[in-house]
């Protein structure tokens, strides 16, 4: 005999002014649907003090959406007053209220939804009980690039390109080559071992939650990622976990290698 689902956990106070706004949205019958995006989508139990409130407002027609993209004054249906706004994309804007709480939303026409491969969506609200993710297209499959021969290469690659440009005196650039692309690749490599145990994987941050994955490998962050000033240091973290988890081109590793030793003779 099957057992009954446990009923979901009541909604975040904070996250209880989304209904408020979409109770006062639905007096306009321009709009079709409110819907809940990231801790605000289907995993609002992760939502809690520190997060913010994204959201997609569905509207009938091309005049609505520029009426709700250029004023947004229906944002006080959240209840309180906007302190700052600003346009972060042409079908939206991020907004930070006088009480602390921040919200970036879009506004899409229905026929502009429907081409979206939305991800993880909530209905809050929508007019009839209508679905409004109907139809919309499945997300990306991973591309061809999408692989370990990849990740690992792009992320020696960097490292390589990295290392020059220190020894140039672009400490910047070489900072984000190495700590952050280069990084980046890592936690890809990370997220396709199949005995990685992500928490809740963001499709569009691989930052998100790391340091609470369950990994089958050390991943020393604060080494890979120490700071401006240790781009060096970084690399060889980096290249250390490379070559200790994955078998890289030898080429190209003592490539990367020769550059560190000559770092260490400046």
Do not use: C
């Not at 809940?36 to 003090?49: C, P, V, W």
Request: proline share 7%; charged share 25%.
């Amino acid at each position: 005999m099957s057992r009954p689902t446990p009923p979901a956990p009541p909604l975040h106070p904070t996250l209880l002014r989304l209904d408020r706004l979409a109770a006062h949205l639905a007096t306009d019958d321009h709009v079709l649907a409110v819907l809940g995006l990231g801790s605000a989508g289907q995993e609002t139990h992760r939502f809690d003090e520190h997060s913010d409130i994204d959201f997609f407002v569905v509207v009938d027609s091309a005049s609505a959406q520029d009426g709700y993209l250029q004023d947004p004054g229906w944002l006080a249906g959240f209840g309180g007053a906007v302190a700052y706004s600003f346009v972060n994309d042409p079908h939206g804007r991020k907004a930070l209220f006088a009480d602390g709480l921040f919200v970036e939303y879009a506004v899409f026409t229905s026929d502009q939804l429907a081409a979206l491969p939305v991800v993880g969506a909530r209905v809050v609200w929508s007019r009839d009980g209508h679905d409004p993710l109907t139809g919309s297209p499945a997300p990306a499959r991973p591309t061809a690039v999408d692989t370990v021969d990849f990740h690992r290469d792009e992320a020696l690659t960097n490292l390589y390109v990295g290392l020059h440009r220190e020894l140039r005196g672009e400490r910047l650039t070489a900072m984000r080559f190495i700590q952050v692309y280069a990084v980046d690749r890592v936690l890809a490599l990370v997220r396709l071992d199949p005995a990685s145990r992500l928490d809740h994987p963001d499709h569009f941050e691989s930052t998100r939650r790391i340091e609470r994955a369950d990994l089958p490998t050390d991943l020393p962050l604060h080494r890979m990622v120490p700071g401006y000033e240790h781009n060096v240091d970084a690399a060889r973290a980096v290249l250390d976990w490379l070559t200790t988890h994955h078998v890289t081109h030898p080429v190209m590793t003592r490539a990367v290698l020769r550059l560190l030793d000559e770092h260490e003779q400046t």
